[in-house]
Structures are given as structure tokens and as C-alpha cells.
């Protein structure tokens, strides 16, 4: 399940969200997004770079990212 970090009151994180909704429209994806403020440990693991877009611990993608670079990001980190 991909997730995208983030929190309430972020517009980088609506920006970020939007980019996803933006891949959406051309090829199937579904994400999660978490709020890292209900997480201690997320908060301090990413709490100064959200938005990040997460497949895994070893899968992240962090803030700037374009439909590209999701696309990109998502093909590495599934094959």
C-alpha cells in the first residue's frame, strides 16, 4: 500500500495529494494517507519532510515530486 505522509494544514501536502489524484486519472493507483501528528514515531522519523510519499522503510519518496517522479519512483520500488 503506498502512503503519503502528511498532516492536517499542510498545503505541500495537498499539493502532493493532488499530484497523485493528477496519476490516478491515467493509471490505476491507491494510497493511504497517514497523518504523522497521531504518531509519535513518524513524526519524528518525518515530521521536517512532508510531504513523503512511502512504500515502505526503504521506499520513500520525499517533497518536491511530479506525476513523473511518481511513476518513476513506483516502477524502481515494485520491480
Avoid at 52 to 79: E, G
Amino acid at each position: 500500500m503506498i502512503e503519503l505522509l502528511g498532516t492536517l494544514g499542510c498545503h505541500l501536502c495537498d499539493d502532493a495529494e493532488r499530484v497523485l489524484e493528477q496519476l490516478a486519472r491515467v493509471q490505476p493507483l491507491h494510497w493511504q494517507s497517514v497523518d504523522i501528528a497521531l504518531d509519535e514515531a513518524l513524526c519524528l522519523a518525518y515530521g521536517e519532510q512532508i510531504p513523503v510519499l512511502r512504500l515502505s522503510a526503504d521506499a520513500v519518496l520525499y517533497w518536491p515530486f511530479s506525476v513523473l517522479d511518481v511513476q518513476r519512483f513506483l516502477a524502481r520500488s515494485i520491480t
